[in-house]
């Protein structure tokens, strides 16, 4: 075989080896790469799925925005060795953030911050304290079935029931839950889709501990899992948000008049993936 075809048989396999190497190479490092985003999505996917508020020196820092007559209604509190941020309501705080004649002091969260879109699973724990100066809704000629709200994930929504609500309600009052969901937006009378179910009495200064799990949907495949102080209260299976909106949360002091000042304490409020994100002090 003359050498210079030799040599460039020589040269083309060699070249051709090189091409392989190069290849594979490239191979291993669009693996590498896959692999990077791929964990740089989950690390993404895992902080946003996370929120954290414990009140100790802000909560518009938190992302909460303020519904109330006046400023001096949202205070920032230390109750019983914890961190809390008080919502005082008074006389004539009506008309407050669409509240018409029920008085007003919330704090509520973005949708986005909640994240409260069709399809997440979440879990969230707060906790909140009736103090001395909390008044419990009475009947009057005005409003002869009285209520409270103290927690609500509210639909996006400008009319009807929030999808899910800690109420005060009944003689003599107690707490109890409720959801609101499906295709059809429920007002929250007697024989509308509203469910509720019990969860006891109003037991001024004592925390009450709340552990949620939830999936937010429209359809059957919904859940929301609740308890309180570590016992189960709720294990409800459907519709967790109404068709074609989404949901944000609210920590409450909504009610109707009573004719006196009125105070909810509200502290830490947390949400993770999992239950163990949430930290052992919040697990049921």
């Given at each position: 075989m003359p050498a210079r075809q030799r040599s460039s048989r020589h040269a083309h396999g060699r070249d051709s080896m090189r091409a392989?190497?190069?290849?594979?190479?490239?191979?291993v490092l669009a693996s590498l790469l896959a692999v990077a985003a791929a964990s740089a999505a989950h690390a993404h996917t895992d902080v946003a799925a996370?929120?954290?508020c414990g009140f100790q020196a802000s909560w518009s820092a938190c992302g909460f925005s303020q519904q109330a007559q006046a400023p001096d209604r949202v205070t920032l509190v230390e109750v019983a060795g914890r961190s809390g941020v008080r919502l005082r309501t008074l006389p004539g705080d009506h008309d407050v953030a669409g509240s018409g004649?029920?008085?007003?002091?919330?704090?509520?969260?973005?949708?986005?911050a909640t994240g409260c879109f069709q399809g997440q699973e979440q879990w969230w724990a707060h906790s909140l304290l009736f103090p001395p100066d909390y008044e419990?809704?009475?009947?009057?000629p005005a409003d002869?079935?009285?209520?409270?709200?103290?927690?609500?994930?509210?639909?996006?929504?400008?009319?009807g029931q929030a999808n899910f609500q800690?109420?005060?309600?009944?003689?003599?009052?107690r707490l109890r839950f409720a959801i609101s969901a499906g295709p059809v937006v429920s007002s929250g009378a007697p024989g509308s889709a509203t469910r509720r179910w019990p969860i006891g009495p109003i037991v001024r200064n004592r925390w009450y501990d709340f552990v949620y799990h939830l999936k937010w949907s429209s359809g059957s495949d919904g859940w929301f899992d609740a308890w309180v102080n570590g016992e189960q209260?709720?294990?409800?299976?459907?519709?967790?948000?109404y068709a074609g909106q989404g949901c944000y949360l609210k920590l409450a002091n909504y009610h109707?008049?009573?004719?006196?000042?009125v105070s909810v304490v509200h502290a830490r409020v947390l949400r993770g993936p999992t239950r163990e994100a949430l930290g052992s002090g919040a697990l049921p």
């Open positions: 392989s190497a190069i290849a594979r190479t490239h191979g996370r929120f954290l004649g029920a008085e007003r002091a919330d704090m509520a969260l973005s949708p986005e419990v809704p009475v009947a009057t002869p079935w009285p209520w409270g709200v103290v927690f609500a994930f509210h639909h996006t929504g400008s009319q800690v109420e005060v309600a009944d003689t003599p009052a209260i709720l294990h409800y299976r459907g519709p967790t948000l109707t008049p009573v004719g006196k000042p």
